[in-house]
């Protein structure tokens, strides 16, 4: 059996058996019933995912899984595919707004390159910390071909997988992130693919292209979907046609993290799409997931709605890397602490409601 | 002069002529422009806010202002007033919602007894840590008559101001917060006088009371009015006649604060009723504010349009003590850090948009 097929064997749904007695625990602490919201969600659905009633979050990690795009050739993004390796290099370094916001929060930045059309060994040093899973070297243009074989498209997944199994403990959380110059191209397409929805209503602005470049965009999407006929019924195939190397990867860190029994929290657009694809290859990993944020991109409603995921925060962010995976862990771990550590009504000598 | 026409007089509006310099910076940081969302504004804000290019948190404060309502008595909310002052302990012990967020995210917890039916005075050292400013033993019933004298409602404001004056300091940011069984009634009454929108669209069901208790609290607020007469274009009388003294406290927080050049992150429902008052009394005042949360309680919509801020936190929470504003600090200082901490475009050696 494959690590993919093993994975997908082995992963069971969350115990929602365990919600009751946890909300009966959050009921007793010195607070009105449910008046901490979501927080208190958060909580029952870590109880849920873990498997037990005493969960803990001793570990953040945000994955953020970088690969190149043949199809930015075709002006789809503001930036030039360089920009890839170069923000590659600015993860390792500490500069970009991943590793701020992972470092406000606690968490950890692991850099998976999965895909990138740029050879890092020859930097030597300079590429210190970067995790190599190298699967392709850019992905074909998808307006003229499929973005990988079947082949590599499971090796992309198995890459997450085997990041997932490399970091799994016990008290670990996981965010997604990706880094890919024209990846939100791929991932408006698998989204239309998966939902049979028109082109241009899951298609947005990505870094920020106008007016022009958007309508290319849509058309090359739309020609990169009749041109390879994905089968919507096969994920493996969608990702393999019109996807890319790290989103493969993002959907093989969910089902590794599922299999596992740890929380994974997507972060925007381009995870979503690898969350998406993961629970259409395994119904069960989408308990495992915390939608982290509402992207400003179009599309990543429809996704979301798919997944049956309703966003924590909403901040008009749309960068990626993990960004909103990073800010979102904390307010789940926030929920966590007012699980484990707020007194109980007896406890504290509080009345109870009337 | 008072200290509270002291105050008034000494606030100044934010200085908006920064902010298009702070975002030249932010637009030269390692991501496409503007896809930080919202983290860039709560960062533009603050460095209008405290009107330096390069402002800092170095320390944040959550201030929980307690006070008993006469009103209580009149079966409006689900807990007893016994409530308050037992809350209050368990604010100085750590076993409370807010000391759990506030620890979660770095800060500290300054509990201000403005107005409970309380002597915490004949606890000993078990009241160690508790400030005690108070101005009135519980308000009076505003079903039957005014909660407070004017003097009585000046003093409280005071209590407030002297508070933002202790704790001032270069790169504080407040954060504001409210104990007090019974406050929503007031909260409500206050924000139906100054809005002029009938009682029942503005009232909500607080710690959780039923369909009965909701319709004898929306009556209760309604007689409260008609009986009192307040005016509407002075805050002040509106805060004596339907009002509390820990909401009072909080407009003088605001107002201390504002003069001061600090932010203030209000908190949710009776936190943003302390905040109307403060910005009725100063337009200026509005400007060094934050909307942490979106609270679940009714009319909390209406006083966030009147103070023209969007809420940073939308997670069905309803708890006030401070819990939300807690939780919207730490994403302020995450703005803030993105745009002191980003690498540039320069810096990172990572090519601009075309």
Chains 1, 2 share one sequence.
Do not use: C, W
């Not at 020859?122 to 970067?130: H, Q, R």
């Not at 993002?250 to 969350?275: E, H, M, N, Q, Y």
């Amino acid at each position: 059996m494959s690590l993919l097929e093993e994975t997908l064997a082995s992963i069971s749904p969350v115990d929602e058996g365990l919600t009751g007695e946890a909300q009966l625990r959050l009921d007793d602490l010195t607070k009105p019933k449910g008046s901490l919201g979501r927080l208190e969600e958060f909580a029952r659905k870590l109880v849920s995912i873990t498997g037990t009633l005493k969960p803990k979050i001793d570990k953040k990690y945000i994955f953020t899984f970088a690969g190149d795009h043949g199809v930015a050739v075709e002006g789809v993004s503001a930036f030039p595919s360089e920009v890839t390796p170069q923000m590659v290099i600015n993860f390792l370094r500490g500069g970009a707004g991943i590793n701020v916001l992972a470092r406000h929060v606690g968490a950890e930045v692991v850099v998976v390159d999965v895909g990138v059309n740029f050879d890092f060994t020859s930097l030597g040093t300079e590429a210190k910390g970067l995790k190599i899973k190298k699967v392709v070297s850019g992905t074909g243009n998808i307006k003229t071909g499929p973005a990988m074989t079947r082949e590599e498209t499971v090796r992309a997944i198995e890459a997450g997988i085997e990041t997932a199994n490399e970091y799994a403990a016990e008290g670990a959380i996981f965010g997604t992130g990706d880094m890919g110059i024209a990846n939100t191209t791929p991932s408006s397409a698998i989204i239309a693919v998966l939902s049979g929805r028109p082109v241009e209503e899951v298609t947005g602005r990505g870094t920020g292209i106008d007016g022009e470049a958007f309508s290319r965009k849509v058309k090359v999407i739309e020609e990169a979907i009749s041109v390879n006929t994905p089968e919507p019924t096969d994920p493996v195939d969608v990702l393999a046609k019109v996807g890319g190397a790290e989103i493969a990867a993002i959907s093989g860190l969910v089902l590794g993290a599922a299999a596992r029994k740890i929380p994974v929290v997507v972060d925007g657009f381009i995870s979503t799409a690898g969350a998406l694809i993961a629970s259409e290859l395994s119904r069960e990993a989408g308990g495992y997931l915390f939608a982290a944020h509402r992207s400003v991109e179009r599309g990543h409603a429809v996704m979301l709605e798919r997944l049956g995921l309703k966003p924590i925060l909403d901040l008009d962010m749309r960068l990626g890397e993990g960004t909103g995976a990073a800010l979102a862990i904390s307010l789940i771990e926030a929920g966590l602490k007012i699980y484990s550590e707020m007194a109980t009504f007896s406890d504290a000598g509080v009345s109870e409601e009337n």
